[in-house]
Nanobody
Framework: QVQLLETGGGLVQAGNSLRLSCATS???????????MAWFRQAPGKEREFVAA????????YYADSVKDRFAIFRDNARKMVLLQMNRLKPEDTAVYYC????????????????????WGPGTQVTVSS
């Protein structure tokens, strides 16, 4: 069993930055270095959408076109966290952001699919004002 908790959300003006953190806890005491970890977001009245993913520690990262070159996903293995650095934020980035973890590394074609990730955090609100 994996438990996740996101922090770092808040209200920020457009053009500024935020860093989201997702603390992970594995019941077996194991690590998450070989599993896929991702961030998704959901704006009011919209479906949950993919933001960024890391298939495994040291592997390639993947991004939605809307956040490419502005957001970066990276892992802090020492602290068992996955982070999302968000730069040049826009009002359309306003959403609840969720951290998600898979049981294994996810195939490249499936990294954007929420159903590939059985473990989810409760989410953290990010609001970007214009």
């Amino acid at each position: 069993q994996v438990q996740l908790l996101e922090t770092g959300g808040g209200l920020v003006q457009a053009g500024n930055s935020l860093r989201l953190s997702c603390a992970t806890s594995v019941a077996s005491g194991g690590t998450l270095e070989s599993v896929a970890m991702a961030w998704f977001r959901q704006a009011p009245g919209k479906e949950r959408e993919f933001v960024a993913a890391s298939r495994r520690n040291g592997g390639t990262s993947y991004y939605a076109d809307s956040v490419k070159d502005r957001f970066a996903i990276f892992r802090d293995n020492a602290r068992k966290m996955v982070l999302l650095q968000m730069n040049r934020l826009k009002p359309e980035d306003t959403a609840v952001y969720y951290c998600a973890v898979a049981d294994l590394s996810v195939p490249i074609a499936a990294v954007t699919t929420p159903n590939e990730y059985p473990y989810w955090g409760p989410g953290t609100q990010v609001t970007v004002s214009s």
